[in-house]
């Protein structure tokens, strides 16, 4: 049996790395001359020239023009660029397609990214998966990817990642997800005949799914302890540390809408979740409105809306005064389709936090991210990007195995020969 550590140090693996690094650096800080890429992976002009040429053959980078100011030169502020074109490189966006499906309680989603990590397109779908079999569910948003998708793409598709508001493990088991109803399911076993093309499947927490979007491509990696909230009918949080996602013993880190809160027994979601925001303000008006209407009427400051809204900060403040005590982030970042209230109420859920949070916890700053409400199929379409810029890449596992299959048949065919020879001699 070969030894794991001359794998891992093989001419071969040393190459992929290469790759890997090459690749996520242009992902990273973009476009840059064949010199600074050389700088970046430490390599030396030649080794570099090896890497980059196998990349430009496979079609996974492209040389473009580009002016670029002398070596050693300062620009300006409104100083035009000196020099003459020079040739830069950067990935080709169209050399791989990456999925995000976010299967929601009431609502599905879209995300498609290049290879470049650009969304190139994206859906939402009002659908209330929780009132039909999970089979029905998961074949409806399948279809939405396969109306998003022209089918020229699912050839260059390297996987479909999936978020779902569920407490699983490391494997893409679903335990339990309870706003659903659903339990002990593998979702990649019922998406995978779906599909039109057989492609990589990864299952992950809807928290944890925006927790990974919204912190990958970043020049930087984001330091210190980050909190994820996404809220939506329910509240899931996810835990970032110096940018790496902390599941926690059994996947379930982070997930403070499910603190009890004191007196009543209920859990934080069922206080800033969704369902509780509107059935809140129904109670209080007798109207059916959708949260766009809400939110409108907080904005406007009707009183009946501004009450709802402040028992609303209020149990924010709560939920993310414990989470200080236990995990003392330094950042609180905010998503899902609810989080569009915070900006109307960030006064009232500052003040809160101020009562209630002792001096000797600072307060985290609060955030909302961009493009919140498709942040956890975003997340999931990262995902897959992210493993593609990894030695996971399938692309190394087929390498290797038509590897293992040549040298196979080499060994094969020098055994057949030495057989052939020695029956000869024999006879």
Known sequence: MPDPVSLASSPRRIRQANEVAALSALHRFGPMSRAELARRLKLNRSSSGHIIAGLTTSGLVREVNASIPPRGSVLQSGQPRAGRPGIMLELAPEAGTFLGIEVGVEHLSFVELDLAGNVVASTIEAYDCSVVPREEAFARAVTLAIEALPSEKWARCEGVGVSLPAQMGRSGFVRLAPLLGWRDFYPADIIRPLLPAAVPIWVENDANAFAIGATYARETARRGVTLFLVMETGVGGGITVDGALFRGGNGLAGEIG????????????????????????????????????????VQDRVPEAVTVAEGWSKALAFGITQACRLIDPEQIVLGGSVAALYPLVSARVAAHLAACQDSSFPLPTIVLNEGASLGSAFGAACMMHQRYLSLDNRRFADEGAQEEKSASGHRSSRASRTNGASAGAGG
Not at 269 to 279: H, Y
């Open 258 to 297: 499910h603190l009890r809160m004191a007196g009543d027994g209920r859990d934080l979601e069922q206080l800033i979740g969704l369902e509780a925001l509107l059935s809140g303000y129904r109670h209080v008006t007798g109207k059916i409105t959708a949260l766009s209407q809400f939110l409108a009427d």
